[in-house]
């Protein structure tokens, strides 16, 4: 019997602790799906570990498993794009889906109203051929009632992911993933100055139309943030509990992202 697992994504997590936890809590009680930290056995556990608040945040993620047993069949959910994708290539035969494909398939989840809100919708050069994916968060920002451009070039033509494609990438995927992080990856992750990577942002942020700017991936969030944008995680506007008025989500401060 093929089995069924939800990463949570070391990034991801100890950039947004409570926004993971309530995201974990939801795939765990709504679906009983088993949650892991990574796609990787024993990533840098520790780091991780320390990088959480203080408290039952960190302790809840200490006794998480650090990754799945994945094998041929099984099905994974995730909204790490790194993860999707080294699982895919190291595990042939897994099927691997977004978080997003689960949220849109749920007709009882309580997403916000967030009609009259103008954003533009950013996609990620790590997810250019998750089509699946890219249908989801389009259906859900529609359910949203948000009014939506979307950066050109988009869906797989998109060669966006922040200033991670300014830099070198860590040694673990191209090693893990050639197909993604070698073949497709042509011209990228050469390095840049941090001021070079800055000024890149801000040009490329120049030609969004609106200031908030939603995405689904953390690095892409960090470029959006670095450029001036009013950058907004897709999770962030799903899993936050909203109070007021439609907009009021849209108008809190964005959160701070260690660069």
């Known amino acids: 019997m093929a089995a069924c697992f939800y990463i949570a994504g070391c990034v991801f997590t100890a950039r947004f602790p409570e926004l993971s936890a309530r995201i974990q809590r939801y795939v765990q009680e709504r679906f009983e799906i088993p949650v892991v930290r990574c796609c990787f056995s024993q990533y840098k556990l520790r780091e991780f570990e320390e990088k959480m608040p203080e408290g039952p945040l ?9 990754s799945a047993d994945v094998r041929p069949g099984d099905v994974v959910y995730s909204l790490c794009h790194n993860c999707a994708n080294i699982i895919e290539e190291q595990v042939p035969g897994a099927v691997v889906k977004s978080l997003w494909e689960l949220i849109d398939g749920d007709d009882s989840f ?3 109203d967030l ?7 950013q996609d990620c050069w790590r997810a250019h051929e998750r089509k699946e994916e890219q249908d989801a968060v389009r259906s859900i920002l529609q359910k949203m009632g948000i009014s939506f451009c979307e950066a050109e070039p988009s869906r797989g033509q998109t060669r966006f992911c922040g200033s991670s494609l300014l830099r070198a990438q860590p040694p673990r995927n191209p090693k893990a ?12 992750f050469i390095p840049h100055t941090e001021e070079e990577q800055v000024r890149r942002m801000r040009d490329y942020c120049r030609t969004l139309k609106t200031d908030t700017v939603i995405c689904y991936c953390h690095y892409c969030l960090e470029g959006l943030l670095q450029g001036g944008k009013d950058g907004r995680h897709l999770a962030e506007l799903v899993f936050t509990p909203q109070e007021g008025p439609a907009n009021t989500l849209l108008s809190q401060e964005p959160p701070e992202v260690e660069l």
């Open 58 to 66: 960190r302790e809840s993620w200490r006794a998480l498993p650090d």
């Open 110 to 112: 309580p997403l916000p």
């Open 115 to 121: 009609s009259h809100v103008e954003a533009t919708l």
């Open 177 to 188: 993933a050639p197909r993604h992080y070698v073949e497709q990856a042509k011209g990228l």
